[in-house]
């Protein structure tokens, strides 16, 4: 015999599907291996700039000032006209340590599950992309980046947009490398495909483990487009610490998925409670 | 240069000026069209000129110049008390629906005389911090319809910003009657009264589901929100300090209005709403406390001192109102339950500042402390809510019982006695 619950389970799943919200519910499909990726050999890196030179150039903020040798310093930090720069780390165990910043363009990004308008999109291969014209202002990305990416333009007034790096997604559709990669001197910026990529960077690290000691970026919050392969450990890289293996929406998704058994279960609930509290079409006391 | 220099000031005088005008308007017919006639009448007069006249300042310089010239947000702290009024406000807000459902779900006789003044309470809060805060909040204010049109239901702010659409809607609903008894509309009054209970019930669900969301926002920086705060329950615990934040907004707005107003309330409302409370307020405690053990998160009180103030401070306020809630001699006389509901509304309220503003510094490596417009723009949404809530006071129909059965309207002693529109009464 079908119990009493039992019956109600079926009875809301099937009602459920029915609705076509079943659709909704289901986990966001993502391709582990394809897209895009950029493979960064910190070893090779010089720390030469020429990479945020290139990007500022791309985006149209005019090039970084000439030093005496190669390119002197950008702002030093991420910002919404910076959107990628050579972070000089200090104080780890290789002094002055050059490590390049920019959006990880994760597989599972949090700042496209924060956004509520659809304004920032994991596109199929591989760029997470900003679509400024459908952006309300919330700054709900720059807030749930674990990694600190997107960035404000905090002094226009009236349309301002968030900042960063897009993979030269215009690029990727020519079927260029992103203009970064293109300016790296050094081959230490491999940009392919992210599965290659990976392969690719264990290999060296199988091969080569006097030069290499870790690989950031093959499952942190789910794995990003964006491999780094070092002899450093990736904390004294500077990549935040406390994040999970699990991709953060999942975090947040575990609380959504649960909303529209909630509206099913309070509407019905109260429903039930006014039938019994003016039966017999009476106020009972 | 120097002309937009001219621009700017002009946009700034006229916006002190018409905001200084509107406070004295405002002040003239709080004090019943006629000037104050006491010194404490006249401070009151000067304080809201004053702070409308910085309001006025502050909001053309928003608009003027943009979110980065008056704020202290930065790129490392994005979200500042404009997005923490939202938290607290919707928070406060929740005596609404509760009332709401107590009076046309649960048909408590008791509550009958609150819901009006709680509702248009709740009403206020509710659009002055959720769309309010969020107009000179949101970078592209102007763009705040979008999440109308574009859908991603895979946001919790999305659907946050939905709920605050629809159950703006519902409150409109509940709030139609006070001016529809001022005006006489009957007709329309009889209609909106047949779709009452339905938009009740809907109310309760979409706060339900926005009070737990409201938490949820927080569930995507496990690495920035401090553990004494971020945990997997926050929806859970976002939604029952809603709910006690809900019985001691009630007791607050009734008991305040109800002696502001010389209204004659019975002690058993405000005792019955705190009984209500105290079973939360338990569980809410309970809850917090398993949950820092389990996640063996106490020891961050000490690693961060100022945070381990806040959160003390925090708990104590949630704490220290059980003791008066739990003794029924005590919880049964008025200025007991007010009492109590004070602590109550802070405490929910700096737990609100806690998740969006103090437990987000330590990790996130930032000192924002909000700027003297962000903090003028607070207090004058606050005092807009304020006022209107005292000219409706005045002019609406706040203390009329609202007629729940759809028969005679009862007041709270049970004797039947008729609603007269006030025009009629010649009462304005």
Redesign the interface.
């Known amino acids: 015999m079908i119990s009493r619950r039992k019956f109600f389970q079926v009875g809301a799943t099937g009602a459920l599907a029915a609705l076509g919200v079943k659709e909704l519910l289901a986990e966001p499909e993502v391709d582990p291996t394809g897209g895009a990726g950029v493979l960064v050999d910190l070893t090779r890196c010089i720390g030469c700039r020429a990479c945020e030179n290139a990007c500022r150039v791309r985006a149209g903020f005019g090039g970084l000032p000439t030093a005496a040798i190669g390119y002197g310093a950008g702002e030093g930090k991420l910002s919404f006209r910076s959107r990628t720069f050579i972070d000089f780390r200090d104080g780890g165990t290789k002094p002055n340590q050059p490590v390049k910043r920019q959006c990880m363009h994760c597989l599972e990004p949090a700042c496209v599950s924060v956004c509520p308008v659809a304004a920032l999109e994991k596109t199929a291969a591989g760029p997470v992309v900003y679509h400024e014209n459908i952006c309300i202002g919330c700054r709900y990305c720059i807030l749930a980046c674990p990694f600190s990416v997107p960035k404000y333009e905090w002094d226009n007034a009236l349309m301002p947009r968030v900042g960063k790096c897009d993979f030269c997604a215009d690029r990727q559709a020519k079927d260029q490398s992103p203009a970064c990669v293109a300016a790296c001197p050094t081959g230490a910026l491999k940009f392919g495909k992210r599965g290659g990529l990976l392969q690719e960077a264990k290999a060296r690290l199988d091969s080569q483990p006097n030069r290499y000691t870790s690989i950031y970026g093959e499952d942190i919050v789910g794995g990003t487009s964006w491999i780094y392969l070092s002899d450093i450990v990736p904390e004294e890289l500077g990549f935040p610490r406390g994040l999970p293996k699990e991709p953060l929406p999942a975090l947040t998704w575990r609380a959504i998925s649960k909303l529209p058994f909630v509206v099913i279960g309070v509407g019905l609930a109260l429903s039930a409670v006014f039938r019994w509290r003016t039966r017999n079409g009476t106020e009972q006391p | 240069m120097n002309e937009i220099n001219w621009i700017l000031a002009l946009f700034r005088i006229v916006g002190v000026l018409v905001m200084i005008s509107a406070a004295v308007c405002a002040c003239w017919f709080l004090s019943g069209r006629q000037p104050p006639k006491h010194l404490s009448g006249g401070f009151g007069w000067l304080l809201l000129i004053v702070l409308w006249g910085l309001g006025g300042y502050a909001l053309t310089s928003r ?7 008056v704020t202290n ?4 702290f ?2 500042g008390i404009w997005k923490a009024l939202v938290l607290c406000g919707i928070a406060f807000a929740a005596g609404g629906f509760l009332t709401a ?1 107590m009076v ?4 408590i ?1 008791t509550f009958y005389p609150i819901l009006r003044p709680v509702v248009l309470a709740a009403y206020l809060s509710y659009m002055l911090s959720a769309s309010g805060a969020l107009l000179v ?5 102007h ?2 319809w ?2 109308i049109f ?12 939905w709920c605050v659409m629809l159950y703006t809607g519902v409150l409109s609903v509940e709030f139609a009657p006070i001016l529809l008894d001022r005006f006489g509309w009957t007709r329309t009054s009889h209609f909106v009264h047949a779709i009452t ?1 339905p938009f009740v ?2 109310g ?2 979409l706060s ?2 926005h009070q ?2 409201l938490g ?2 927080f ?6 929100l401090l553990p004494l705060w971020y945990t ?1 329950l926050l ?1 859970i615990l976002f939604f029952i300090s809603a709910l006690i934040s809900g019985f001691a907004m009630a007791i607050f707005v009734s008991a305040l209005t109800f002696w502001i107003f010389h209204q004659p309330l019975e002690p058993r409302v405000l005792a019955s709403l705190a009984k209500g409370m105290t079973p939360l307020l338990l569980l809410y405690l309970f809850l917090r406390v398993a949950d820092l053990t389990a996640r063996n998160a106490w020891v961050y009180m000490f690693l961060y001192p100022v945070q381990g103030v806040s959160f003390t401070v925090e708990m104590l306020l949630l704490l220290l109102p059980l003791f008066v809630v739990l003794k029924t001699q005590w919880s049964g006389r008025r200025r007991w339950a007010f009492a109590a509901a004070i602590p109550v509304v802070v405490g929910v309220i700096l737990n609100r500042l806690n998740v969006a503003w103090i437990g987000l510094l330590p ?2 490596g930032s000192h924002y402390f909000p700027s003297w417009i962000e903090i003028t723009v607070v207090l004058n949404l606050a005092s807009f809510g304020v006022v209107i809530f005292g000219l409706a006071a005045r002019y609406l129909p706040l203390f009329e019982h609202p007629n729940i ?1 759809g028969h005679r309207p009862v007041d709270a002693t049970g004797g039947v006695r008729v609603i007269v529109p006030l025009k009629a009464s010649g009462h304005v």
């Open positions: 608009y003027a110049l943009g979110l980065g010239a947000l930065s790129d490392q994005p979200w459902c046309y779900i649960f048909r006789r909040d949101l970078g592209r204010y763009q705040i979008r999440p574009y859908w991603q239901h895979h946001s919790v702010l999305f659907e946050v910003s209970v019930i809907c309760v669900v339900t589901l737990s969301s949820s926002l569930l995507i920086v496990p690495n920035k997997p929806p990790l996130t059965s």
